[in-house]
Nanobody, 128 residues
Framework: QVQLVESGGGLVQTGGSLRLSCAAS????????MAWFRQAPGKDREFVTA????????YYADSVKGRFTISRDNAKNTVYLQMNNLKPEDTAVYYC?????????????????????WGQGTQVTVSS
């Protein structure tokens, strides 16, 4: 069983920055592909960014490319999401997700159905 705990959300003005963290339990965290998704009120959960278990491959939704950066520290069992130049449309609950295996060290995954474990979410609100 894997437990994920997000932190770092909050209220920020347009153009501001936040750094989200996702702390994971599990002895083989270093082998888990990870991702961040978000869900705004009344909308479906959407993909934001993903990272391979090696950390060597990343992928971003077009809406956040160039503004958000995903990274991981396998020694700390933690994944991070650095969010810069935030916009009101980034307002959502942000969820960390993990899957217990990947096809290869470079594999990344983009859909909710590909992830087995989810955190409880952390609210990010960007005021205009």
């Amino acid at each position: 069983q894997v437990q994920l705990v997000e932190s770092g959300g909050g209220l920020v003005q347009t153009g501001g920055s936040l750094r989200l963290s996702c702390a994971a339990s599990g002895r083989t965290f270093s082998r888990y592909p990870m991702a961040w998704f978000r869900q705004a009120p009344g909308k479906d959960r959407e993909f934001v960014t993903a990272i391979s278990w090696s950390g060597g491959e990343t992928y971003y939704a077009d809406s956040v490319k160039g503004r958000f950066t995903i990274s991981r520290d396998n020694a700390k069992n933690t994944v991070y999401l650095q969010m810069n130049n935030l916009k009101p449309e980034d307002t959502a609950v942000y969820y960390c997700a993990a899957r217990p295996s990947g096809y290869s060290s470079a594999s990344i995954y983009y859909t909710t159905s590909q992830y087995n474990y989810w955190g409880q979410g952390t609210q990010v609100t960007v005021s205009s």
